[in-house]
T-cell receptor, first 113, second 113 residues
Framework: AQSVTQPDIHITVSEGASLELRCNYS??????LFWYVQSPGQGLQLLLKYFSGDTLVQGIKGFEAEFKRSQSSFNLRKPSVHWSDAAEYFCAVPYSSASKIIFGSGTRLSIRP | EAGVAQSPRYKIIEKRQSVAFWCNPI?????LYWYQQILGQGPKLLIQFQNNGVVDDSQLPKDRFSAERLKGVDSTLKIQPAKLEDSAVYLCASSLPGGGVAFFGQGTRLTVV
């Protein structure tokens, strides 16, 4: 069965520091993979998606993610975080289509001034 | 382009009362989803509509939850009677048919006291 695991519940980084949020998936075939961000009191916004092709995916707000089949991972990265990046980040994988998705439990990102 | 609209934003009810949430998807999006997001967890799919038909309601607690999308556009999700454990954010999402990316509304935060 499809599943996604985010091993880090809460991460704190200093403003301007680099960031990597971990995501591991379980999926029978080549997966679609997504990262969503949820700011306080807001809905979920798509950061980036991987469908096929280039394994390094660029998203909005300076984020990128790399699909590594050998490690079943799709980690989210940003070279320099801003205070406005403080939010909850969710990795997701489809049940059966790109729009019907299973979410991980989320990683809460805090930014240290 | 207008996004997914949800109302109300917040609702507080007593247990055993009933409540209804409304969602208007992005124009032209035939697929509509309701997700439940309990505090500290990722969203969990409750029900999926394709136009006005239910595609998947396997995770909907049908003894107390119901949803409809009569004209294939907007949708309502109802809880009757509510329990304390129903306290959560209820997110609506929509997508184009055929597996496009899902776009989310801001959600309705329900508190059952």
């Amino acid at each position: 069965a499809q599943s996604v695991t985010q091993p880090d519940i809460h991460i704190t980084v200093s403003e301007g520091a680099s960031l990597e949020l971990r995501c591991n998936y379980s999926y029978g075939a080549t997966p679609y993979l997504f990262w969503y961000v949820q700011s306080p009191g807001q809905g979920l916004q798509l950061l980036l998606k991987y469908f096929s092709g280039d394994t390094l995916v660029q998203g909005i707000k300076g984020f990128e993610a790399e699909f590594k089949r050998s490690q079943s991972s799709f980690n989210l990265r940003k070279p320099s975080v801003h205070w406005s990046d403080a939010a909850e980040y969710f990795c997701a994988v489809p049940y059966s289509s790109a729009s019907k998705i299973i979410f991980g439990s989320g990683t809460r990102l805090s930014i240290r001034p | 382009e207008a996004g997914v609209a949800q109302s109300p934003r917040y609702k507080i009810i007593e247990k055993r009362q009933s409540v209804a949430f409304w969602c208007n998807p992005i124009s032209g999006h035939a697929t509509l989803y309701w997700y439940q997001q309990i505090l500290g967890q990722g969203p969990k799919l409750l029900i999926q509509f394709q136009n006005n038909g239910v595609v998947d309601d396997s995770q909907l607690p049908k003894d107390r939850f119901s949803a409809e999308r009569l004209k294939g556009v907007d949708s309502t999700l109802k809880i009757q009677p509510a329990k304390l454990e129903d306290s959560a954010v209820y997110l609506c999402a929509s997508s184009l048919p055929g597996g496009g990316v899902a776009f989310f509304g801001q959600g309705t935060r329900l508190t059952v006291v």
